[in-house]
T-cell receptor, first 115, second 113 residues
Framework: AQKITQTQPGMFVQEKEAVTLDCTYD???????LFWYKQPSSGEMIFLIY??????QNATEGRYSLNFQKARKSANLVISASQLGDSAMYFC????????????FGPGTSLSVIP | DVKVTQSSRYLVKRTGEKVFLECVQD?????MFWYRQDPGLGLRLIYF???????EKGDIPEGYSVSREKKERFSLILESASTNQTSMYLC????????????FGPGTRLTVT
């Protein structure tokens, strides 16, 4: 069964606008971590942001914030003030505490920023 | 800087050949991972290792094996390469603990003809 779902295969956003990339997950483990990674066309995977299941506040890192809704099992990435360099694939990932640090990824969302 | 290196960026092999993909990390990480990345499917976990000589199957282990004899090195082995194993292979490492992010290598694009 798919544990990480990213329902938007591709998205477009105007430069300087904010954009939300969706991620839902499925786990019965009460303790887990959620990650977002960026993969530009050059291919390297870049860690963006982390949210722990017990964190009380939504994570933020510069222009990135994570809209964490635990009851809905949702961990959407919000990018504010989009830049051309934000054009990339974005992957949501989850690590469960009961699975020896195994990390699984969603299928990704391709974001294109339009000037 | 954390560095994860992979032995080849591009590799072309014939069907039936035995293929070795090597990954080395220099940050003393306990965990190492092998993923394959295909368009529309994201990264799928093949195997991971949480300690020397320890390994766990991921979601798609069939047709692959792994070896971790030293902490810094994690090898992925295709015993008999097939065309459906043509893909991008990504290695990653991380510290133990659910809040630690992974560091990725540059990837190996493997083509099996």
């Amino acid at each position: 069964a798919q544990k990480i779902t990213q329902t938007q295969p591709g998205m477009f956003v105007q430069e300087k606008e904010a954009v939300t990339l969706d991620c839902t997950y499925d786990t019965s483990d009460p303790s887990y971590g959620l990650f977002w990674y960026k993969q530009p066309s050059s291919g390297e995977m870049i860690f963006l942001i982390y949210q722990g299941s017990y964190d009380q506040q939504n994570a933020t890192e510069g222009r990135y914030s994570l809209n964490f809704q635990k009851a809905r099992k949702s961990a959407n990435l919000v990018i504010s003030a989009s830049q051309l360099g934000d054009s990339a694939m974005y992957f949501c990932a989850m690590r469960e505490s009961t699975s020896y640090d195994k990390v699984i990824f969603g299928p990704g969302t391709s974001l294109s920023v339009i000037p | 800087d954390v560095k994860v290196t992979q032995s080849s960026r591009y590799l072309v092999k014939r069907t039936g050949e035995k293929v070795f993909l090597e990954c080395v990390q220099d940050m003393d990480h306990e965990n190492m991972f092998w993923y394959r990345q295909d368009p529309g499917l994201g990264l799928r976990l093949i195997y991971f290792s949480y300690d020397v000589k320890m390994k766990e199957k991921g979601d798609i282990p069939e047709g692959y094996s792994v070896s971790r004899e030293k902490k810094e090195r994690f090898s992925l082995i295709l015993e008999s390469a097939s065309t459906n194993q043509t893909s991008m292979y990504l290695c990653a490492s991380s510290s133990r603990g659910q809040h630690y992010e992974q560091y990725f290598g540059p990837g190996t694009r493997l083509t099996v003809t």
